[in-house]
């Protein structure tokens, strides 16, 4: 890899390892238990939320208004890119759990038929000179017409763990 790849890779992944830090390997401990201590209120109604430290909402009633709220200004078009991107991303992450302990390819018949539309993504990377295609963190190439690879983003390197 050259150096300018390293440094753009540095970039991308910056963001990833830090957000990792924070959220996910400190989190449950450490940084979590600061947030325990903190009253977190429902952000709709601003009542204080019991249980769970992750909880957005105090109840399922709240959290239908708050995104029907703020659904109702997004332009049409946008949600319908953000429900193609999500449900690409679903079916991506569903085969990468299907098939990572396999190292399989696995057949472009198989996406199209689950609803997968190739033309919506997030972003694209060359990475040992095959271009992935991102749906947030999962990717795939396409080996041929008929077979893609899958991947997905890792926060703990720089660059992506392939696998198949
Ligand atoms: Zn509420």
């Known amino acids: 890899m050259r150096l300018s ?6 970039c991308v992944y910056s963001k990833y390892l830090f957000n990792y830090f924070l959220g996910e390997n400190i989190g449950p401990n450490v940084f979590n238990l600061k947030f325990n201590m903190e009253k977190k209120v429902c952000l709709e109604c601003e009542e ?15 959290r239908t208004s ?3 709220r703020t659904n ?17 991303r679903k079916i991506l992450k569903k085969f ?22 190739f033309d919506f993504y997030t ?9 992935f295609v991102f749906c ?8 041929d017409e008929n077979k893609v690879m899958l991947i997905k983003q890792s926060p703990f390197a720089l660059g992506v763990e392939l696998f198949a």
Request: hydrophobic letters at 30%; glycine letters at 4%; one cysteine or more.
């Open 5 to 10: 790849e390293k440094a753009a890779f540095f």
């Open 48 to 62: 204080t939320i019991r249980g769970r430290s992750d909880k957005k909402f105090c109840s399922d009633a709240c």
């Open 66 to 68: 708050y995104h029907n």
């Open 72 to 88: 109702i200004d997004k332009p049409e078009v946008i949600k319908f890119i953000d429900y193609q991107l999500k449900r690409n």
């Open 96 to 117: 990468y759990s299907q098939f990572s302990e396999n190292k399989m390819e696995i057949p472009v018949k198989q996406f199209t038929h689950m609803g997968f539309a």
């Open 123 to 131: 972003h694209k990377e060359i990475l040992q000179s095959n271009e």
């Open 136 to 143: 947030y963190e999962y990717g795939y190439n396409k080996i």
